[in-house]
């Protein structure tokens, strides 16, 4: 009789803690707050796996880019973008994935009252980097997008902003987050897969991305080109491969890298992938030393596969092995890169310097990172077709060529500084049964279901920027 008495004491307690019939329906298993940390990470992974990955269904820029050619399916190096949903696929990720968790992470730690001022600081200016890294990825891919009305849950129907003022926003941002960084400490130490909380080198990234994104206005706004620049240099940037934005992939599912996913077994069955002749011959051309980690051999000699035409797999070189590691690091922005820009930075007049000097240590760096000994990358930089004196073109050019091949694997990025730089001289599939009139991309074309379901704000979109079209020209490309 005691134990149904406490029994029922008990149910009658229970019963009077609950405010009402919906408290029964919450699933305790499932929360309903997330931490901010965890939302940090979540985006770190969603940005990372978009812009590594292979997929044809989502990443078609090493195509774009000439690195890598199909050998079945060509609607990818030919540049269809309807057959799949290749425009939703980026753009669902940034917007959902990435942004949409940043956000939520922010309003987690502000109202956080239990972490330290400076250490509330420079997560929110964590935050902010790889938010302004997601917001300018979608700038330069579409061109005008929804900015000041997106991730608003009561507006389904944002408008589309003008790109150039967008862009004009996040350079102000970057680096109001970047002079936080410089005054405080700490961040999400494990949660940061980046950096593990290290805010110095936090504050490197910052001022690198500051030199990347005030290099795609430079032909357009010089000046403030210059000002971004110079105080991004003078602040503090890479200084080393060390410092490199990398996603550190592993060998266990889901966290393998995406490029080994897509290319090699026990992970897939494709056997679609091949590097193009358009990166191969001239890397054999100049005995880069690399290429023996980006390629590998068949009948004992590097051979590309035709850009854009049927390939037989058997036929051609494959992508290196340390390219399909599963533990590869996912990298997306890094010392060699930077170093390529403050080169161009020189040259505009932008910053003080060596354009040499820089140049040399953007080589240098790529190949270092790739293993290359220093006797091999001194003999390379001596190669009177490699060396900045004597190399053929202007600064553009011979820039824009080298890296490009330092590009090698992080298609975006490449694609990006070909539409940029406008080096090298890429040709679309031409000829021999290739659909006439193709060009290769200067945009990615927005998301179909923008079409469908915001079709005023797209129709307006689409105006703006001279028509809705892979061949349309984004707002700094002038060139």
Not at 29 to 45: D, I, R
Request: hydrophobic content about 40%; some cysteine.
């Amino acid at each position: 009789m005691k134990k149904i008495l406490i029994f029922l004491i008990t149910a009658v307690i229970g019963v009077s803690c609950v405010d009402s019939l919906e408290d029964w329906n919450v699933d305790p298993k499932s929360a309903t707050k997330v931490p901010g940390a965890m939302l940090f990470s979540n985006a770190l992974v969603g940005y990372s796996n978009a812009m590594v990955t292979p997929n044809v269904n989502s990443n078609n820029y090493r195509l774009y880019a000439q690195y890598w050619t199909t050998t079945t399916y060509l609607s990818e190096p030919r540049y269809n973008m309807t057959d799949r949903l290749i425009p939703q696929a980026l753009w669902q990720t940034m917007y959902r994935d990435v942004i949409s968790d940043l956000r939520e992470a922010r309003k987690s730690i502000e109202a956080d009252a239990a972490l330290l001022p400076a250490t509330k600081s420079a997560q929110l200016a964590q935050i902010e980097i790889v938010e302004i890294l997601a917001w300018s990825t979608l700038v330069n891919t579409f061109g005008n997008i929804p900015y000041t009305e997106a991730m608003d849950f009561a507006n389904p129907l944002p408008k589309f902003d003008d790109a150039k003022t967008v862009y004009s926003d996040l350079l102000k941002r970057l680096q109001a987050a970047v002079a936080t960084l410089k005054t405080n400490s700490g961040g999400f130490g494990n949660a940061d897969v980046f950096y593990k909380g290290d805010a110095q080198k936090w504050a490197k990234l910052g001022n690198s991305l500051l030199v990347r994104m005030g290099l795609m206005i430079a032909d357009v706004d010089a000046s403030t080109a210059k000002q971004i620049i110079s105080s991004a240099v003078a602040s503090g940037v890479f200084q080393s491969n060390a410092d490199a934005l990398k996603f550190p992939y592993n060998t266990t599912l889901p966290h393998v890298n995406p490029v080994a996913q897509n290319t090699v077994t026990p992970y897939t069955t494709r056997q679609d992938f091949i590097p193009a002749a358009t990166i191969v011959d001239p890397m054999k051309e100049l005995k880069d030393p690399r290429i023996s980690a980006f390629f590998t051999t068949i009948g004992g000699e590097y051979k590309g596969g035709n850009y854009g035409f049927l390939n037989a797999y058997s036929a051609y070189s494959k992508l290196g092995g340390r390219i399909t590691k599963a533990d590869e690091p996912g990298v997306l922005l890094d010392y060699s890169e930077t170093m390529f820009a403050l080169a161009e930075a020189v040259e505009r007049g932008f910053i003080t310097g060596d354009a040499q000097e820089y140049y040399n240590k953007g080589i240098t760096a790529s190949m270092e990172y790739w293993g290359v000994s220093s006797d091999a990358i001194t003999t390379y930089l001596a190669n009177p077709k490699v060396a900045y004196k004597t190399a053929e073109g202007g600064y553009k050019q011979k820039i824009g060529f080298q890296k490009w091949i330092a590009l090698f694997n992080r298609g975006w990025e490449g694609w990006t500084e070909w539409r940029r730089l406008d080096y090298p001289k890429l040709l679309p599939p031409t000829g021999s049964g290739a659909p006439a009139g193709l060009a290769i991309p200067l945009r990615v074309i927005y998301p179909p279901v923008e079409q469908g379901l915001n079709g005023v704000n797209y129709q307006s979109a689409a105006s703006a920027i001279g028509g809705d079209l892979a061949t349309t020209k984004l707002w700094w490309d002038v060139n």
